[in-house]
């Protein structure tokens, strides 16, 4: 089946030390986002690549950045991690025809953890 | 900007009770409306969606009506199951925009 797919699905990591985050698809999606999902409240998005093109929302912190080499991948990485940047992150797709509005479509998510 | 206000959880029912989540927005222009579905540890998965006023969405024996004269897509089903037991979440596409804004969530809980 076709579908969004992250790794790890646990990842934990010290306090400062780098860590990317990792999402591949197979749905041939043009538009990609990050979402930070702290316990018990809503997804926040990160930032989004629609085709190449990256877009950060104004509050995503400078810690956060992004990289997606090609269509099919996309990695979040936190360079300097703290324990406020523990939460779930997930991963979406969408297809943005610019015409007809596509649902996105969701990983399962990476739980990440500071110690 | 654009908002989404979602009803406030937890909600606990008992099996075959009937659900409602109260979801309103706000929004300039002709948005999309969308629910998505949490399930414990998972991704969020996409339950219905309306793009037009008056557009019901499906699925599941879940409903919900968009309705722009009350700002609202409230989720509705009649007979709820244990397997229902998730948050819901109310989401909303603005107008040439490309992410989503969500509600806070609502957990259900459906007991037997």
């Known amino acids: 089946d076709a579908m969004v797919i992250q790794n790890p699905r646990y990842q934990v990591t010290q306090f400062g030390k780098p860590v990317t985050l990792s999402c591949s698809q197979t749905?041939?999606?043009?538009?990609m986002y990050w979402y930070q999902q702290k316990s018990s409240q809503a997804p926040k998005l990160l930032f989004h690549y629609y085709d190449k093109d990256f877009n950060n929302e104004a509050d995503t912190p400078d810690n956060f950045q992004s990289r997606r080499p090609n269509t099919s991948f996309c990695f979040l990485d936190i360079r300097s991690p703290g324990l406020g940047d523990a939460a779930m992150y997930l991963c979406a797709t969408s297809r943005d025809s610019g015409q007809f509005v596509q649902p996105q479509h969701f990983g399962d998510g990476t739980r990440l953890s500071i110690l | 900007g654009d908002s989404v206000t979602q009803m406030e959880g937890p909600v606990t029912l008992s099996e075959e009770a009937f659900l409602t989540i109260n979801c309103t927005y706000t929004a300039t222009g002709y948005p999309s409306l969308f629910w998505y579905v949490q399930y414990p540890g998972e991704g969020l998965q996409l339950l219905l969606k309306?793009?037009?006023?008056?557009d019901k969405g499906s699925n599941k024996g879940f409903e919900a009506t968009y309705r722009k004269e009350t700002t609202s897509f409230h989720l509705e089903k009649g007979s709820v199951q244990v397997s229902d037991s998730a948050v819901y979440f109310c989401a909303l596409k603005g107008t040439g925009a490309n992410n989503l804004f969500f509600g806070t969530g609502t957990r259900l809980t459906v007991i037997p």
């Open positions: 309306a793009t037009k006023a008056d």
């Open positions: 749905l041939n999606h043009n538009v």
